[in-house]
């Protein structure tokens, strides 16, 4: 059953009140720049790639038994630590 669609919706980034037009894609934030600054915030939020690495690379570890479970990620190494 499909449900009605809305005649207004909050901005995702600012929260300020959207009108939505009788056609067409729903809106999700009220202006571009707002689109653009919910998109940056939601990236930066998101851990890094090499930061997914290392979890994943501890999770096997962790899994193989070379790591106690409750053993937390260690920081990462400064480039000077590395002989
Ligand atoms: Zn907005």
């Known amino acids: ?47 890094s790639a090499r930061d997914e690495q290392r979890r994943v690379i501890w999770d096997v570890l962790i899994d193989a038994g070379i790591v106690a479970r409750d053993q937390p990620l260690p920081p990462m190494r400064k480039a000077e630590d590395t002989p």
């Open 1 to 47: 059953m499909p449900t009605a669609r809305p005649t207004s919706i909050t901005c995702a980034n600012c929260g300020a009140p959207v009108t939505v037009n009788p056609l067409g894609r729903l809106p999700r934030h009220c202006s571009a720049s707002c689109r653009v600054a919910f998109s940056l915030r939601r990236k930066h939020q998101r851990p």
